[in-house]
C-alpha cells in the first residue's frame, strides 16, 4: 500500500517543519521564512484539511507590542504546505475586543470550509471559507461574571457540533456553531483543588462520551455532559490529549508522563512513568493505532508502539515543539478489466499492493493470486477472556480476511491456540490465534481486551464481523493499474509480478522473450523480444558491444515493452568456457609490448580487432620462429584459426564498409541515490552492455546509460531515488556533479547556511566562524543571517576536507 502523509511540528520563534511520507529529513517551513518580523510569535497548535495535508492552520500566543500594533494577530494559513503563508481576515482583526486577546490556544479542521480556534477571553473563532476569513461567535462569559473565561482547548465534530474547556475547569458545547453555547454541569468536580484546568478534550461522534484532560485530572462524561467522572489523577500536571478514534485516546504530561485508554476514556493506563527532571511532553499525535509522533523539548519522536518507545526523528534547531500532526492516507489501486477484457466477470479489483510504479501498465491476474479465506464449521460463541488462562505471552494474530496483515500481541492468550477471537481494540475483525511467532507484522504489545468474543474458527466470527469479499476469477484476467483513494474494499494480491506495457501483450498476443545471462554474474541479465535472438537459443553470445561477457541465451522472461538487442551479436559459442576460456599464462618479455592501434573496422570495437590482430601476428611469429631457428613454443598454437578469423576481418572492411554500423545511441545521465539499504542496480550502458552497480546506503552514484535503471533483488524495507537528469552523456564520468571548495564568510553574529555535499546529502549548518566547505556547485545558500560565499577552486586543498 503507497503512503502519502506530511507532518508538521511548531513551536517557538513561529517555527514550522515539515516531514514527508514518515521518512527523511525535515524541511523548515516556518512562518518567519514568509513573515520575518513575527515578533516571537510562538505557535501552540497545528492543523490540517482532512482531504489535504498541503492546507495547513497554526495558531499561538503573540505579544502584547505586536497585537497593539496589529502586525501578528497568531493565526496562519498555508495552502502550499508551508511553502508560503498568509494572515486570515474577518472581524478578529479590527474589533476592540481583540486588545485583550492575545493567545489563540488550539485550532480544530472540521473539514475543507469549516474551521475553529479558540483563544483569551472567552473567543471561538469560525472560518465557513476555508480559513481565508475568521470571525468571533458568540463570547463565553465566566459563569456569574461579565468576564470573558480564557478558552484553553476545543474539538469540533460537524461544522455545529462542539465543546470547548476552559482554565476555570469549565466546558461548554454548541450544536450551532458557535451561535450559542451551554455550560455543562456547571464546574467539573474539582474536590477543593486549585483551579483545573482544562488543557484537552475530546467529544465522541455520537456526542455522548466527553473526555476533559485536567492539568490535576482527567474527567469523563458518558451521558452527553450532564455529569462527569474523575477517572485519573496526576501526579504532575496534564497537559495534552491526542486520540485516533473515539477509543483510542492518548495523555501527556509533566517529566515525561504518557496515559493511554482504549475505551474511550473510561480507564487509563502508564506507558511511561514520570522520569524526574525530564522534558514535559507538550506535543503528540497518532496517525495510526500505535503509530505518531511526540515532542520532548526540541527533539522529535516517532513512535511504533503506541509510545511505549520512540524513534529520534527530528531535532529543532533550538526551538521547543507545542504542537505536532500528521495527515495520514493510504493510498490504494484500482485494477480496470474494462478496457482490456470487457467480458470479465470482476470488472475493478482494489488491491493494497504499492503498485505506483506501474500506473497505466496492465497486470495479469489469475485465481491463485487472490487470498482465500480459512473456513470451518463454528461451534457456538463463548464469552472472551477465559478466567482460566494465566500469563502473558507473545501470540500472533492473523487478520482471517487478509493473510498477509499480522500482528503481534502479549496476552493471557493460552487456551485460545487455534481459534478466532475479535477484539473491540483492534476493531471490527476476525483475528487466528497461533503461539507461533511470525517474521513480519507489526508489534502492537499489550492490548485491552474487554468485550471480546472466542470464536471456533474464521467462518464463525466472520458471520458477525464480514470481511471483504474477495473476487472469484474463472481464469486468469488482465487489468488496467490506476490509483485510487478507495481502500475500503481493498485486499493484497499475493503475486504481482506478471506485468505488460499494454492490453494486446497481457491477453496474449505472442511475443516470445529471451533471457541473456551473464555467464559470470547470474544478476547480470536483461530481457529481449528482438526475434534475431531465435536462432541462438541454448547458445552462448557475445555482444558487439560488449565482446568480453559471454551471454547464455533462454528462452522466456517478463518482457516488459519493446526490448530489441542494445547491439549486434558478435559471436556464438556452445558453452561459456568456450566463450571464455581460462587465460594462457603470460610468456616472459624482455620488453613490453606498447599497442597504440588508433584504428577501427567497420562493425567491430577497436578491443575486438586488436585481439584478432595481435593474435595472428602472435602465430605468425611462431611460425616462423619454428621453421626457421627449430623453437619450440609451449603454448597452444593454431594459426589456421587465427588466419582465418584475420581473413574475415579483412573481408567485413574490404567488402562492406558500411557492415553493422550500429544507430547513434542516446544515453542520459542518471543520479541513484540510496537511502535504505545498500542495493545493487543494472543498467545497459553506452556500449550495450548490461551492468551493475551497488549503491551503498547513504550514497549516491552517477551513471551513464541508453535503459532504465532497475533495482536487482532489493530488500523489501529498501528506499532509494532514481532521478533522470535528462543530461546526455557517453560515460560515467559525464555524469558526476561538479564539486567545489566554498568559502563561507559570515558576519559578527553568524550565519545559517544550507548546501548539498559531493555524496549528494542536503547539510544545514551554522557558523560564526569565517569555514570552507566542499559542495556541489551553486548549491550553497544562506538561510538566515548575513554573510558572503565565494567559489576557491577544488576540493583537494586540505582546508576543504568536508
Known amino acids: ?80 504546505a508551508g511553502v508560503t503563508w498568509t494572515k486570515p481576515s474577518g472581524n478578529y482583526t479590527s474589533l476592540s475586543l481583540i486588545a485583550s486577546v492575545n493567545i489563540w490556544q488550539e485550532v480544530t479542521v472540521v473539514d475543507i470550509n469549516n474551521i475553529f480556534i479558540c483563544g483569551s477571553d472567552g473567543i471561538v473563532l469560525k472560518s465557513i471559507d476555508g480559513g481565508a476569513t475568521f470571525n468571533v461567535t458568540t463570547q463565553i462569559l465566566t459563569p456569574n461574571s461579565l468576564k470573558g473565561e480564557d ?94 478514534d473515539d477509543l483510542n485516546l492518548w495523555a501527556t504530561g509533566a517529566e515525561d508522563n504518557r496515559l493511554r485508554s482504549m475505551d474511550g476514556g473510561l480507564t487509563w493506563s502508564i506507558v511511561t512513568n514520570l522520569n524526574p527532571g525530564s522534558p514535559a511532553i507538550f506535543a503528540e499525535h497518532f496517525y495510526l493505532v500505535n503509530q505518531g509522533f511526540f515532542a520532548s523539548s526540541v527533539n522529535v519522536y516517532q513512535t511504533f508502539d503506541g509510545s511505549f518507545t520512540g524513534v529520534l526523528s527530528d531535532i529543532s534547531p533550538s526551538n521547543i515543539t507545542y504542537a505536532i500532526w500528521t495527515n495520514y492516507k493510504e493510498i490504494c489501486f484500482a485494477l480496470e478489466a474494462t478496457d482490456c477484457d470487457p467480458d470479465s466477470p470482476v470488472q475493478t479489483l482494489y488491491v493494497t499492493n504499492d503498485l505506483s510504479d506501474y500506473i497505466g ?29 494465566q ?114 501483450e497481457c491477453l496474449g498476443i505472442a511475443v516470445d522473450c529471451y533471457t541473456l545471462t551473464d555467464c559470470s554474474n547470474p544478476n547480470n541479465f536483461f530481457v529481449t523480444n528482438d526475434p534475431i535472438i531465435l536462432n541462438y537459443v ?24 519493446v526490448n530489441l538487442l542494445p547491439s549486434p551479436i558478435l559471436e556464438s559459442f556452445a558453452t561459456c568456457v568456450e566463450c571464455n576460456p581460462a587465460p594462457l599464462p603470460t610468456p616472459v618479455q624482455l620488453r613490453s609490448r606498447m599497442v597504440k592501434p588508433g584504428y577501427d573496422t567497420p562493425g567491430c570495437s577497436t578491443q575486438y580487432t586488436e585481439k584478432i590482430s595481435c593474435n595472428f601476428a602472435e602465430q605468425v611469429f611462431d611460425e ?92 523489501s524495507n529498501s528506499q532509494f531515488l532514481i532521478v533522470n537528469s535528462e543530461t546526455s552523456c557517453t560515460t560515467n564520468d559525464d555524469c558526476a556533479p561538479n564539486c567545489f571548495c566554498y568559502a563561507i564568510e559570515p558576519a559578527k553574529e553568524g550565519v545559517f547556511f544550507s548546501y548539498y555535499n559531493c555524496n549528494n546529502s542536503y547539510i544545514e549548518q551554522t557558523t560564526f566562524v569565517s569555514i570552507n566547505i566542499c559542495a556541489i556547485e551553486n548549491t550553497v545558500t544562506i538561510i538566515e543571517g548575513i554573510g558572503t560565499i565565494t567559489n576557491v577552486g577544488d576540493c583537494s586543498a586540505p582546508e576543504c576536507t568536508n
Request: net charge negative.
Open 1 to 80: 500500500m503507497a503512503i502519502q502523509s506530511k507532518t508538521y511540528a511548531v513551536g517557538t520563534k513561529a517555527s514550522v517543519r515539515r516531514l514527508d511520507n514518515l521518512t527523511g529529513s525535515w524541511i523548515d517551513v516556518s512562518v518567519s521564512n514568509t513573515f520575518p518580523e513575527t515578533c516571537n510569535v510562538t505557535l501552540l497548535d497545528v492543523e490540517t484539511v482532512p482531504t489535504n495535508a498541503n492546507i495547513v492552520f497554526v495558531v499561538g500566543v503573540v505579544t502584547r507590542s505586536c497585537i497593539d500594533a496589529n502586525i501578528e494577530l497568531g493565526i496562519y494559513v498555508s495552502y502550499d
Open 151 to 244: 478558552l484553553t482547548s476545543i474539538h469540533f465534530i460537524t461544522p455545529t457540533i462542539g465543546v470547548v474547556g476552559s482554565i476555570n475547569d469549565n466546558v461548554y458545547k454548541t450544536i450551532n456553531g458557535g451561535l450559542t453555547w451551554t455550560h455543562l454541569n456547571g464546574a467539573l468536580p474539582i474536590s477543593g483543588t486549585p483551579s483545573n484546568s482544562i488543557t484537552g478534550i475530546h467529544i465522541s461522534s455520537d456526542q455522548q462520551t466527553i473526555v476533559a484532560l485536567g492539568i490535576f485530572y482527567i474527567y469523563v462524561s458518558v451521558d452527553a455532559g450532564l455529569t462527569f467522572t474523575q477517572k485519573w489523577v496526576w501526579v504532575k500536571s496534564g497537559i495534552h490529549l491526542t486520540w485516533t
Open 361 to 389: 501498465q496492465v497486470i495479469k491476474i489469475c485465481p491463485e493470486d487472490i487470498p482465500a479465506l480459512p473456513g470451518g464449521t463454528g461451534t457456538g460463541l463463548p464469552i472472551f477472556p477465559d478466567p482460566l488462562d
Open 391 to 504: 500469563g502473558n505471552q507473545e501470540f500472533t494474530l492473523t487478520n482471517c480476511c487478509d493473510p498477509l496483515d499480522v500482528i503481534t500481541i502479549q496476552n493471557n492468550f493460552g487456551s485460545y491456540q487455534q481459534q478466532v477471537v475479535s477484539i473491540p481494540a483492534l476493531g471490527n475483525k476476525c483475528w487466528y490465534v497461533e503461539k507461533e511467532l511470525q517474521e513480519g507484522g507489526s508489534y502492537i504489545g499489550f492490548i485491552n481486551v474487554s468485550g471480546g468474543t472466542l470464536y471456533s474458527d474464521c467462518t464463525n466470527c466472520n458471520t458477525d464481523f464480514p470481511c471483504v469479499n474477495f473476487p472469484v476469477l474463472d481464469q486468469c484476467r488482465c487489468f488496467v493499474i490506476s490509483q485510487s483513494l478507495e481502500c475500503e474494499e481493498a485486499f493484497t494480491l499475493l503475486n504481482i509480478s506478471t506485468l505488460f506495457p499494454d492490453c494486446e
Open 538 to 561: 541454448d547458445q552462448i553470445v557475445t555482444l558487439q558491444g560488449c565482446p568480453d561477457i559471454c551471454y547464455i541465451v533462454t528462452l522466456g522472461g517478463v518482457c516488459s515493452g
Open 624 to 715: 616462423m620462429a619454428i621453421n626457421r631457428y627449430g623453437v619450440t613454443i609451449c603454448c597452444d598454437h593454431d594459426i589456421a584459426k587465427w588466419e582465418i578469423k584475420k581473413d574475415l576481418l579483412d573481408l567485413k572492411s574490404i567488402l562492406d564498409p558500411n557492415f553493422i554500423i550500429p544507430g547513434p545511441v542516446i544515453c542520459t545521465c542518471y543520479s541513484i541515490q540510496a537511502i535504505v539499504n545498500t542495493v545493487t542496480f543494472r543498467y545497459i550502458n553506452c556500449e550495450g552492455c548490461a551492468t551493475t552497480i551497488t549503491v551503498a546506503e547513504n550514497t549516491t552514484e552517477y551513471v551513464c546509460s541508453q535503459s532504465v535503471i532497475e533495482p536487482i533483488c532489493a530488500p
